[in-house]
């Protein structure tokens, strides 16, 4: 295939037919995703930026609902791309899950702009006092937000799955090529959050929330147009097993029927095909890792099952999930670190003395654009000084391996947490010197305390949120990479249900009798510092839980039979680390 110039790894059009390399894929292909990926970031944090304000000022709602519907909400949006992944690994692929999704997407966008312009469906307002909403008017607000989250969760594992598999794995210079896309696709995800936080969150808070909405939901339709555009010289991955999701129960099932078993001295006495049943299939053939050793007994031959045995392709498949689950574990506590971002950094924010000059106010979210910000200086620098730079020290084709990259930004992360605990002690005290009570009494303190912790928080992101998204997509078994990117995504909405749920236990927990509550609804009058210094241990104690896990993680290593030969898919960074993180 490789002399008639069709890509190597068995990629398609639209229609099923073989695509030449020269014409299709790459970064020309990307170019077409790119901004769909900026708009729809732009929307999602247009909306998750602000939203808290809008929950407390226009539907009344007080602190601790604001924050766990915030959070409930940004959870769903990142939970559903299980769902999605599923069904585009399982039944209608990458590109047909998007499209569907896309259009749901927008519907609950154009619902949401209306929920929030038309007058009927909104809060009545006199001389700046809002009335509470109705039953159907929240109704609808909240009906609007979960059909934007259910359109997420088709839309957001496959379409930077699909925007990787416009490279193909066997050309050497593809493969060079797609070390950096992960990076330039979350620069183009950053630049949509920066225009939402600096622009999208002014818009809302001062020409009007209907139009704060408007602008990304015109984007979102434009960008579609773009993806569609490319359709001709996209590349489609050919589902190879009908339910790949089936060998997570079927290795386990047999493993335990056969679980009296006898496993073999060598490895290689397990069930495996041949060589030439890969060259047929055009799959990828995974080789065998001594971890979890308890599923090998499903490739034991003449097992009692009653059915063939599994394959060690398969087993290792089901190693490579649970050790994914593993790593996912220690990543719940940096995602509930994130949340603060959109919720209790805001309404702190709001306490503080925002003017910049005689008449303008910052919006309290706008300093979220700090975090964007820190991350669109920090990735050029990362991708093209830093890991040149140690590539060279470290012969690593990523300059250091991807744990040892998740491990530095969950570093960075607890750093900036510490930070967000001094600055809040600090604000408590000044409002005890100058006895500040009132709820909407502003600190005397200037808002941009905050934005040591903002911008740290950007920076770990280039380090751990482009790194997870790459790592689970690496390490996915072949038919299961949009379901591998879910344990990204997943990880984040988890992280926020985890936010909600020690929000609300917290302030449980601590506003009883006489004790102030650590996040009450005047936080001028609560301890947010001791919830932040809370969060500051656990974080700690994680980044224990992170250096043990990923001292245990074995990355996988498959190779392809091709008729020319074989091709060897193994990285070079199977060495372990002085902190023996290991890749």
Not at 187 to 214: C, D, K, M, R
Not at 299 to 313: E, H, I, Q, Y
Request: glycine share 8%.
């Amino acid at each position: 295939m490789e002399t008639k110039g069709f890509t190597q790894d068995g990629t398609v059009d639209l229609r099923g037919r073989p695509v030449l390399a020269s014409k299709t894929g790459k970064w020309n292909a990307c170019a077409f995703l790119v901004g769909y990926e900026a708009f729809e970031r732009m929307a999602f944090y247009g909306i998750a930026s602000n939203l808290v304000n809008y929950l407390t000022t226009q539907l009344h709602e007080d602190t601790v609902s604001s924050v766990r519907n915030v959070n409930s909400w940004s959870g769903s949006v990142w939970i559903t791309p299980i769902l999605g992944a599923y069904i585009a690994d399982t039944y209608l692929g990458r590109f047909w899950t998007f499209t569907v999704s896309s259009l749901i997407y927008v519907m609950g966008m154009i619902m949401l702009t209306t929920a929030v312009s038309l007058k009927s469906l909104k809060p009545t307002c006199t001389n700046g006092i809002c009335n509470k909403a109705s039953t159907s008017q929240v109704a609808f607000f909240y009906i609007s937000l979960y059909t934007i989250a259910l359109g997420a969760g088709g839309t957001k594992p496959n379409i930077s799955t699909f925007g990787a598999d416009q490279f193909d794995d066997f050309n050497p210079h593809e493969k060079e090529l797609k070390v950096s896309f992960f990076n330039w696709w979350m620069f183009s995800s950053f630049l949509g959050a920066l225009f939402a936080t600096l622009g999208l969150v002014y818009i809302q808070e001062n020409l009007g929330w209907g139009l704060g909405y408007g602008v990304p939901t015109v984007g979102l339709l434009v960008s579609l147009v773009v993806f569609y555009l490319g359709t001709p010289i996209y590349r489609h991955k050919v589902r190879k097993t009908k339910s790949p999701a089936r060998d997570l129960i079927q290795v386990p099932v047999t493993a335990f029927k056969n679980r009296k078993l006898q496993l073999p001295q060598n490895p290689c006495q397990l069930h495996e095909h041949e060589p030439q049943y890969y060259i047929n299939s055009g799959k990828r053939q995974v080789h065998y890792t001594p971890i979890f050793r308890f599923l090998d007994k499903a490739a034991v031959k003449d097992g009692n099952s009653g059915r063939p045995p599994c394959t060690v392709t398969q087993v290792e498949g089901t190693k490579l999930v649970l050790g994914m689950m593993l790593i996912w574990l220690v990543t719940l506590v940096p995602s509930t670190i994130w949340a603060q971002i959109n919720t209790l950094f805001v309404k702190q924010g709001t306490t503080l003395d925002r003017s910049l000059g005689s008449s303008f106010q910052i919006p309290a979210a706008s300093l979220g654009s700090f975090v964007t910000l820190s991350m669109l200086i920090s990735v050029p620098m990362y991708d093209r000084y830093f890991v040149p730079f140690m590539r060279r020290k470290t012969g690593n084709p990523r300059g250091i391996t991807l744990l040892q990259r998740l491990g530095i930004g969950f570093v960075i992360q607890v750093i900036a947490i510490a930070i967000a605990y001094a600055v809040e002690v600090r604000r408590m005290h000044v409002i005890r010197v100058h006895q500040i009570t009132g709820p909407k009494q502003i600190v005397p303190m200037n808002i941009f305390w905050l934005l040591p912790q903002y911008v740290l928080l950007g920076i770990a992101d280039v380090f751990n949120a482009i790194g997870l998204l790459e790592f689970f997509y690496d390490q996915s078994p072949e038919d299961m990479q949009s379901l591998g990117t879910t344990f990204f995504t997943s990880g984040i909405g988890i992280g926020n249900f985890l936010n909600s749920f020690l929000v609300t236990m917290v302030d449980k927990l601590t506003d009883r009798g006489e004790h102030k509550s650590w996040i009450g609804h005047n936080l001028n009058d609560s301890h947010l510092d001791y919830y932040y210094g809370f969060l500051l241990v656990i974080s700690t104690l994680n980044l224990g839980a992170f250096i043990w896990a990923s001292s245990k993680y074995v990355y996988k290593r498959e190779t392809k039979e091709v008729n020319e030969g074989c091709i060897e898919m193994e990285s070079k960074a199977l060495e372990i680390s002085p902190l023996g993180l290991q890749v």
